[in-house]
T-cell receptor, first 112, second 114 residues
Framework: DAKTTQPPSMDCAEGRAANLPCNHSTISGNEYVYWYRQIHSQGPQYIIHGLKNNETNEMASLIITEDRKSSTLILPHATLRDTAVYYC?????????????FGTGTSLTVIP | GAGVSQSPRYKVAKRGQDVALRCDPISGHVSLFWYQQALGQGPEFLTYFQNEAQLDKSGLPSDRFFAERPEGSVSTLTIQRTQQEDSAVYLCVSSAGQGVEKLFFGSGTQLSVL
């Protein structure tokens, strides 16, 4: 699976949009982009995933560039409860179910 | 249960002790993974089961680490002769199938080896 690169930390003002970037320049055609977040002392929580089209759900939006080499997770109106470590992961289908590579993620701090 | 359940939540072991960590995945989930998360790091893959078959154990750091899922549901990760470097949070993850889909994480077992 392709590896990802994320900034180690970001701040965002409460109520503003949080835009978290991720580079995955070696992604292959059948690999999806996933975003998870981990709040202190909890297991990672699924946010959203996509292949090549932009996706939106109740938690966030995912914007994937046309060449698929990078993506941005958007939290439209950040709240204090969105303070967490955000992981960008790419993964494809394999017969062995394959691993997810998490990297070190982006620590997002939402500031009151 | 509603989610992935892990026990114990915290475990303190003396160096050299064996420990067994339990995972109850979501009922009916085919895939089960174990991940290790050191302080300040992202989770790292240890092993993967599809039902009772252990299809990938490439992430296990040494032969002191052993995982099983004999009936395709509950899984146990056993660490023999624990060392201080084994101190970490051990996360169990399950998913419904074997394709590209959501993973569901347990809250983990925090292991401290003294």
């Amino acid at each position: 699976d392709a590896k990802t690169t994320q900034p180690p930390s970001m701040d965002c003002a409460e109520g503003r949009a949080a835009n978290l970037p991720c580079n995955h320049s070696t992604i292959s055609g059948n690999e999806y982009v996933y975003w998870y977040r981990q709040i202190h002392s909890q297991g990672p929580q699924y946010i959203i995933h996509g292949l090549k089209n932009n996706e939106t759900n109740e938690m966030a939006s995912l914007i994937i560039t046309e060449d698929r080499k990078s993506s941005t997770l958007i939290l439209p109106h950040a709240t204090l409860r969105d303070t967490a470590v955000y992981y960008c992961i790419v993964r494809g289908i394999s017969n062995t179910g394959n691993q997810f590579y998490f990297g070190t993620g982006t620590s997002l701090t939402v500031i009151p | 249960g509603a989610g992935v359940s892990q026990s114990p939540r915290y475990k303190v072991a003396k160096r050299g002790q064996d420990v067994a960590l339990r995972c109850d995945p979501i009922s009916g989930h085919v895939s089960l993974f174990w991940y290790q998360q050191a302080l300040g790091q992202g989770p790292e893959f240890l092993t993967y089961f599809q039902n009772e078959a252990q299809l990938d154990k490439s992430g296990l750091p040494s032969d002191r680490f052993f995982a099983e899922r004999p009936e395709g549901s509950v899984s146990t990760l056993t660490i023999q002769r624990t060392q201080q470097e084994d101190s970490a949070v051990y996360l169990c993850v399950s998913s419904a199938g074997q394709g590209v889909e959501k993973l569901f994480f347990g809250s983990g077992t925090q292991l401290s080896v003294l």
